[in-house]
Nanobody, 124 residues
Framework: QVQLVESGGGLVQAGDSLRLSCAAS????????MGWFRQAPGKEREFVAA???????YYADSVKGRFTISRDNAKNTVYLQMNSLKPEDTAVYYC??????????????????WGQGTQVTVSS
């Protein structure tokens, strides 16, 4: 059973930075893609970023150039560095574990396991 625990959310001002972390356990972390999604109140969950088992990265257009996803396979941890935050980035952020080895996707259906979420609030 995979377990994911996010941390690092908080309340910041527009233009500030935050780094989210997601600690994983339960399977061979290095063989699976990992993703970050977010959900704002009244909206559907949306893709933010993904990183493949080999380090390839994928981003939503809305965060490209501001957010960076990375992973440390020795620590079974994936990170999301968020810079130049905007009020529209306010959401609960979830990390996700891909459903199959060596498959990476940008839709929620590609992921089987989810963390509990961490709140990010950006004030203007």
């Amino acid at each position: 059973q995979v377990q994911l625990v996010e941390s690092g959310g908080g309340l910041v001002q527009a233009g500030d930075s935050l780094r989210l972390s997601c600690a994983a356990s339960g399977r061979t972390f290095s063989s699976y893609a990992m993703g970050w999604f977010r959900q704002a109140p009244g909206k559907e969950r949306e893709f933010v970023a993904a990183i493949s088992w080999s380090g390839g990265t994928y981003y939503a257009d809305s965060v490209k150039g501001r957010f960076t996803i990375s992973r440390d396979n020795a620590k079974n941890t994936v990170y999301l560095q968020m810079n130049s935050l905007k009020p529209e980035d306010t959401a609960v952020y979830y990390c996700a574990w891909a459903a199959k080895q060596y498959i990476v996707g940008v839709t929620a259906t590609r992921y089987d396991y989810w963390g509990q979420g961490t709140q990010v609030t950006v004030s203007s």
